[in-house]
């Protein structure tokens, strides 16, 4: 079955103390995405990966890092979880970059408390 | 400015009725994608419809439909004959073509959350 898959689906974490959110697509896509939802916000990018090795800041890039060795794995990785980054999180993934008709797969969220 | 905007933040419909949800986007692309996501209550987001700026038809699936309003900036969802099923939250979103900023990402609405009432 085609998808993308996120782990954990619930974690709650404490301040400062590091974390990775893994997201995994075996469709081969070559576009890699992450976003955190928050209510009234409705969802914002994070990072987004292009291919092996090429990755660029979305729009809320701040304390997040994220890396794409492989073309199936995109983690998202928080070196220090504060309590703003409490939030629903999204890895998408695509076909390719290029035209407006390739919309992503969703993973099925990781819903992350920072206390 | 917003590049996508969901008036509504909820909405009310009975069932068996039919429901419009509005989106307006605004880009200066000529090929742009549109899509509209429901999100229920267990959070994931699900696919349901697509329109293309060059298609010349409104997009159709199932009981889904999109009235697309190029002129206008406008691409209304409409749900016809709503079921209990249908309550949940819908996203509007948009990916631009080209090899901008707008074509790395899909740019969402914040949503509007859909009652049905039986």
């Known amino acids: 079955e085609a998808q993308v898959t996120q782990n954990p689906r619930y974690l709650i974490t404490v301040t400062g103390k590091k974390l990775t959110v893994t997201c995994s697509q075996n469709m081969n896509h070559e576009y890699m995405s992450w976003y955190r939802q928050d209510p009234g916000l409705g969802l914002r990018q994070i990072y987004y990966s292009m291919n092996v090795e090429v990755t660029d800041k979305g729009d809320v890039p701040e304390g997040y890092k994220v890396s794409r060795k492989e073309k199936r794995n995109f983690p998202l990785i928080l070196e220090s979880p504060s309590p703003n980054q409490t939030s629903l999180y999204f890895c998408?993934?695509?076909?390719?970059?290029?035209?407006?008709?390739?919309?992503?797969?969703f993973g099925s969220g990781t819903r992350l408390t920072v206390v | 400015a917003q590049k996508i905007t969901q008036t509504q933040p909820g909405m009310f419909v009975q069932e068996k009725e039919a429901v419009t949800l509005d989106c307006t986007y605004d880009?200066?692309?000529?090929?742009?994608?549109l899509f509209w996501y429901k999100q229920p209550s267990s959070g994931e987001m699900i696919f349901l419809i697509y329109?293309?700026?060059?298609?010349?038809q409104n997009a159709t699936e199932g009981r889904y439909s999109l009235n697309f309003q190029k002129a206008r900036k406008s691409a209304n969802l409409v749900i016809s004959a709503s079921q209990l099923g249908d309550s949940a939250m819908y996203f509007c979103?948009?990916?631009?073509?080209?090899?901008?900023?707008?074509?790395?990402?899909?740019?969402f609405g914040k949503g509007t959350k859909l009652s049905v009432i039986p």
């Open positions: 880009t200066s692309d000529q090929s742009y994608g």
């Open positions: 979103a948009m990916r631009e073509g080209g090899s901008g900023a707008g074509s790395y990402q899909l740019t």
């Open positions: 998408a993934s695509s076909l390719s970059i290029g035209g407006a008709g390739y919309g992503y797969t």
């Open positions: 329109q293309g700026s060059y298609d010349e």
